[in-house]
C-alpha cells in the first residue's frame, strides 16, 4: 500500500509508504496524503471480521493501510493502545442501544474524554515506535481551544523522542479543559497558554511552521486532523459498530456523524468504501454549516473566520473542512489536476460549486445525507434523550442525534456516534436539564489539581526561543 496527495499524479513514481506520510503534515505540494487505492472486503472477510474483538479487529484493518511495520510490532502496538485500562471497557468502543434502530457509539471513553483519544492514542505509540527505529525525534506544535491539544498530550505524554508545545488562549478554556491539560507533570509536555484568543495562538503556529529553516533545525511536526493515521484508526470504530448492530452481513445500517473537520465522517466513507454495507451516511453541522450547504447545494464556500460562529458545540466550529479534500479528491476520480483547480478557485474566490457537473452526480450517489442543529436543537435533544431513556448526552452528540432522527429510516438500524461525554459540557447540559452531569471516576476534582504552564505574550520570537530552550 502506497500513498500519494490529493494533488499529485494517480500513478506518482513518489509515491510513498505509510511510515513516510505518518511524520509529514501537508504533502509537499500542499495536498494531503491518500492510499493509491481502497482495499475491497468481500462477503468472506466481514463474516470473518465480525467475530473478532476490537484489537483483532483494529490489527486487521490497520494491516490493509501499513504495510511498512512488521506484523508482530503492528499487533504489539495495537495492543498497547486500546487496553480497558485506558479505554474504560474491553469493548473500547461500546454500542449503547436506546430503543429497536436506535444506538450510540460511545467513542469518548478514553482518558480525555472525546472520541479524538481513539486515533490519537495510536498515534502516540506510532510515533514513537517509528522515531526509534530511525534515530529521530519530534518536537510537536499545535494550538487548541480545548480537545485537540488535551487529546494529543495525552497520547504522547512521556513518549520517548517526543516533545510537545501546545499553544492555548490563556484563560479562555473552560476550568474542566484547562485542569485536563495543565495539570499534566510529565517532563516533555509544554503548555504555552498564551495571552490572547484562539486564532492568536493559531498565527504563531502558522508563522513557526513557516519559518521553514526553524522547522527544520527544530523538526517540527504537527498531529492536527490532516494527519492519515488518525483517519485509519476511525475506520476500525465503523466496523465494530455495524457488527454490534446488526446480526448477519446482509443488514444495512445507518451512521450519523457530528462533523467539523470532516476526518470522523471521512472514516465513514472509507468504511463504506471498502464494502461495509451502509445505507446513509448522516452529516451533522451546527450553525457553521458549511459542509451542510456543500451536500445540500454542491457549492463549497469557506468561511471567513469573522464569520465563524461560536457555539455550545465548539469542537465543530471551522471555517472550512481541512480533510474535504480527500472525499472531493475521490468524487473526482483520484485527478490531482482536477483537485488543485478547485483548490486554486477555493484560494482566489474562497468557493467552487460542483452543482451541474458530473461529479455532483457522483456526491449524490456517495449516499451522505446532511443537516444542521442550533443550540436550541441541542439543548431540546439532550433533554429529550434524557427524558426518554435517562441517558445524558453532549452538545456535539446531540448535533448528531437531531439530524439522524431527521433523516431516520424504519427498518434501517441509525447509530449515533457519541464524539464527547456530557461532563466536559458542563453549561450546556445545566441548561437542558438542570444540574451538571456525572463525571466519570477519577475526574471528580481535577480543577483541584496542581497545574503546570508557561504563560506568554502573542509574541513569535519569544515562543521561538522557549521552543528552542526546550526542544529534543
Ligand atoms: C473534533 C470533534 C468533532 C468533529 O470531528 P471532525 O473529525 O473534525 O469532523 C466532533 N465532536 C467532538 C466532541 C470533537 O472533539
Known amino acids: 500500500m502506497k500513498y500519494i496527495s490529493t494533488r499529485g499524479d494517480a500513478a506518482s513514481k513518489d509515491a510513498k509508504p505509510f511510515c513516510d506520510i505518518l511524520l509529514e503534515g501537508l504533502a509537499p505540494d500542499g495536498g494531503l496524503a491518500v492510499p493509491q487505492s481502497y482495499p475491497k472486503l468481500g462477503a468472506k472477510d466481514l463474516a470473518r471480521l465480525r467475530k ?9 484493518i490497520l494491516s490493509l493501510y501499513i504495510d511498512d511495520i512488521p506484523a508482530a510490532d503492528l499487533r504489539a502496538i495495537v495492543d498497547r493502545t486500546y487496553t480497558k485500562a485506558a479505554f474504560r471497557s474491553e469493548d473500547i468502543t461500546p454500542l449503547k442501544a436506546l430503543e429497536p434502530g436506535l444506538s450510540l457509539l460511545q467513542l469518548s471513553n478514553g482518558p480525555t474524554l472525546a472520541f479524538k483519544d481513539v486515533a490519537m492514542q495510536l498515534l502516540g505509540n506510532l510515533f514513537e515506535y517509528v522515531l526509534d527505529r530511525r534515530g529521530e525525534s519530534l518536537n510537536i506544535l499545535g494550538a487548541t481551544s480545548g480537545d485537540t491539544g488535551s487529546a ?102 445507518t451512521f450519523s456523524v457530528p462533523t467539523g473537520n470532516f476526518g470522523n465522517i471521512f472514516a465513514g466513507y472509507i468504511a463504506k468504501k471498502m464494502g461495509l454495507p451502509m445505507r446513509q451516511l448522516i452529516l451533522a453541522t451546527n450553525e457553521n454549516n458549511v459542509l451542510e450547504e456543500f451536500f445540500a447545494s454542491g457549492a463549497y464556500r469557506v468561511r471567513k473566520s469573522s464569520e465563524v460562529f461560536e457555539t455550545s458545540s465548539p469542537s465543530m466550529d471551522i471555517s472550512k473542512a481541512s480533510n474535504f479534500e480527500r472525499y472531493i479528491h475521490d468524487i473526482v476520480g483520484a485527478d490531482g489536476a482536477k483537485v488543485r483547480e478547485l483548490w486554486a478557485q477555493v484560494d482566489r474566490s474562497g468557493h467552487f460549486d460542483l452543482a451541474g457537473t458530473p461529479w455532483w452526480e457522483r456526491v449524490r450517489a456517495s449516499g451522505v445525507a446532511s443537516g444542521h442543529s442550533t443550540h436550541a436543537d441541542r ?10 431513556f435517562g441517558y445524558v448526552v453532549d ?56 497545574q503546570r504552564c508557561e504563560v506568554m505574550d502573542a509574541d513569535v520570537a519569544a515562543i521561538k526561543a522557549f521552543i528552542a530552550g526546550h526542544a529534543s
Open 52 to 60: 473478532l474483538g476490537y484489537r483483532d479487529l483494529a490489527f486487521e
Open 152 to 253: 494529543a498530550e495525552y497520547a504522547m505524554r512521556g513518549k520517548r523522542n517526543v516533545r510537545v508545545f501546545m499553544l492555548s488562549p490563556h484563560g479562555k478554556m473552560s476550568p474542566f479543559q484547562a485542569a485536563q491539560m495543565y495539570s499534566l507533570q510529565d517532563a516533555n509536555i509544554h503548555n504555552i497558554a498564551v495571552r490572547g484568543v484562539f486564532d492568536d495562538a493559531q498565527d504563531i503556529v502558522k508563522a513557526v511552521s513557516n519559518d521553514l529553516a526553524f522547522k527544520a533545525k527544530y523538526r517540527i511536526g504537527s498531529v492536527n486532523s490532516i494527519n492519515w493515521a488518525r483517519l485509519v484508526a476511525q475506520v476500525v470504530y465503523y466496523f465494530k459498530g455495524y457488527f454490534a448492530a446488526t446480526t448477519d452481513d446482509s443488514q444495512e445500517v
Open 379 to 388: 439543548v431540546a435533544t439532550i433533554r429529550d434523550i434524557h427524558a426518554r
Open 395 to 450: 452538545t456535539h452528540t446531540a448535533d448528531g442525534i437531531k439530524v439522524g432522527l431527521a433523516h431516520r429510516e424504519a427498518g434501517v438500524p441509525l447509530i449515533c456516534l457519541e464524539t464527547a461525554l456530557a461532563a466536559k459540557f458542563d453549561a450546556a447540559v445545566r441548561e437542558a436539564i438542570g444540574r451538571v452531569p456525572e463525571r466519570p471516576a477519577g475526574y471528580d476534582n481535577i480543577e483541584a489539581l496542581p
